[in-house]
């Protein structure tokens, strides 16, 4: 099957085309899901029609959150920003991938782009996590709240800078750019410990001393904010449970996962995104992670019952379907997002509503 039709991102333009044009299709012209009855599941304190939502990547305008919305996707996240203006990586910043599954035991996978968008997809992206200037996203993301209706919740996500002139100075970063989306009116906030496209090997979220210092500065300076805190896939397990109990006395949830570091490359096994070198390393989504997805739920889960913490757990990774969002569910997600998948259907919240 290869009938991609565009909804929130078309891969075919820029990113800022993708702005300027976005979001596709008739859409605004449908009439908005309605949801029946009263919000049974709570988000984060918000009554909520269903446990599953948009992840961050593809809502990065109040626009793009209203279509979502529409669409009867009751909890959405606007797209990661950064404290300052930060440019987006060059185009293209995106390649279906031919499926293999994705074996964590390798020191790094190698995946090969191809031709057509099939389903279930398997993504590779390479944006850098561009952003604008606090006072354009800020307008935005106020804008976004505005179009919040009965039963809906808006999450809103950031990512630190690394610093030239250090660790500090990347923690002071991440106290002030958080506290710029405070200003918004947000108090669930979702800090990304875990993009695989900033160009160096180590995520942050495997250095626990740095990650933990981070949240604990946040929460320090803000104590009213519950805070999310997005990982990648942690293969060592005894890796993981430092993590969330070194984390976890400052964060209301975690949200697992990313998309997985890789070497995206075409069918001569040249480097596949173009630019500069470090580009070489992208990020997969969809199918090829989703069996990586679930046992990093379940392993949260187990951490959480056995350490007597209550953090909520965000399941993210490779829900195309119905029964990938109740097998998400089954291992322990207390809520799922999706993002691939989303991108392919639109549908998909109407979907898993109609499943619950
Ligand atoms: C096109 C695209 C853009 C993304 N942008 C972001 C982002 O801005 N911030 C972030 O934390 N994750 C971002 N992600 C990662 C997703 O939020 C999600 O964690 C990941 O894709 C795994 O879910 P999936 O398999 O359902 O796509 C992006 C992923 C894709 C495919």
Redesign the pocket.
């Known amino acids: 099957m290869s009938d991609f039709t565009p909804w929130l ?1 078309d891969p075919k333009l820029s990113f800022a085309d993708n702005l300027r044009l976005g979001p596709f299709g008739d859409f605004d012209k449908k009439p908005a899901y309605k949801n029946n009855g009263e919000p049974q599941y709570d988000f984060f304190g918000t009554k909520v029609y269903s446990p599953f939502g948009i ?4 809502l990065p305008q109040a626009k793009f959150v209203k279509s979502a919305l529409d669409r009867g996707y009751d909890i959405v ?1 606007f ?2 920003v950064r404290s300052h203006l930060y440019p987006v990586h060059p185009e293209p ?2 390649f279906p991938l031919e499926y293999k599954k994705f074996d964590p035991k390798k020191p790094s996978e190698t995946y090969t782009v191809k031709g057509t968008y099939d389903f279930p997809l398997t ?1 590779a ?1 390479s ?1 850098g ?1 561009p952003s604008f200037e606090p006072d354009i996203w800020q307008k935005e993301i106020k804008e976004s709240f505005k179009l919040l209706g009965k039963g809906q919740a808006l999450l809103v ?1 950031f ?1 630190g800078t690394l610093q030239p002139d250090g660790r500090e100075k990347f923690i002071e970063d991440h106290v002030y750019g958080v506290g710029k989306l405070r200003e918004t009116g947000a108090r669930l906030i ?1 800090i ?1 410990l ?2 695989p496209n900033e160009g160096h090997s180590n995520l942050l979220c495997f250095d626990i001393e740095t990650s933990t210092e981070i949240v604990k500065q946040v929460k320090l300076t803000y104590p009213d904010l519950n805070l999310i805190v ?1 990982l990648s896939y942690f293969y060592d397990d005894g890796h993981l449970r430092e993590f969330v109990e070194a984390v976890g006395p400052y964060i209301a949830g975690i ?1 697992a ?3 997985l570091q890789s070497q995206i490359i075409d069918k001569k096994g040249e480097r596949a995104f173009n630019g500069p070198a470090t580009r070489a390393i992208a ?1 997969v ?2 199918e090829a ?2 069996h990586l ?1 679930i046992d990093m739920v379940q392993r949260l889960a187990d951490h959480r019952q056995k350490l007597n913490a209550d953090f909520k757990i965000v399941g ?5 379907t119905v029964e990938d969002f109740h097998n998400l569910r089954r291992a322990g997600a207390d809520y799922v ?7 392919w259907n639109p549908n998909l919240a109407a979907e898993i509503k109609a499943s619950l």
Do not use: D, H, R, W
Request: proline content about 2%; charged content about 10%; some cysteine.
């Open positions: 991102y992840a961050a990547g593809p996240t797209k990661t910043n995106t993504l992206n944006f996590i996500a990512q979702e990304n875990s993009c997005k949200a996962f990313n998309t990020g989504s969809g992670v989703k997805c993210v990774g490779g829900v195309q997002m999706g993002l691939t998948g989303v991108m």
